[in-house]
């Protein structure tokens, strides 16, 4: 019914930067808030990025605040990430999300009552 298709991941030099896009089919991110997450190796899965279908009011977990952009282009039906002076750290897979609840507290980005809708991930690798 809805499909959240994930592109633009890649290996890149630790510095440079990524565009994400989260390509939606039979959804236009109209439903509470939709993000991007993400989980590394060894670690559990992380919201990095939320933004409100309403007001496209943005929030951000600390670990990207002021390196990550979230935005959405309802009339595409596209989801983007721009990631800016990537950290090896940043390197996980990442996963679109939609239709979710927002909880922010202690510098990170919760989904709560969803995501509805989830994406299969791109990855992206960062070196130093």
């Known amino acids: 019914r809805v499909q959240l298709v994930e592109s633009g991941g890649g290996s890149v030099q630790a510095g440079g930067s990524l565009r994400l896009s989260c390509k939606s089919s039979?959804?236009?991110?109209?439903?509470?808030?939709s993000g991007w997450f993400r989980q590394a190796p060894g670690k559990e899965r992380e919201g990095v990025a939320a933004?409100?279908?309403?007001?496209?009011?943005?929030y951000y977990a600390d670990s990207v605040k002021g390196r990550f952009t979230i935005s959405q282009d309802n009339v595409q039906s596209t989801m983007y990430l721009q990631m800016d002076s990537l950290k090896p750290e940043d390197t996980a897979m990442y996963y679109c999300a939609a239709d979710f609840a927002l909880a922010i507290g202690a510098g990170q980005v919760v989904a709560t009552r969803g995501p509805s809708y989830w994406g299969r991930g791109t990855q992206v690798t960062v070196s130093s």
């Open positions: 039979g959804y236009t991110f109209s439903g509470r808030y």
């Open positions: 933004i409100s279908a309403g007001d496209n009011r943005e």
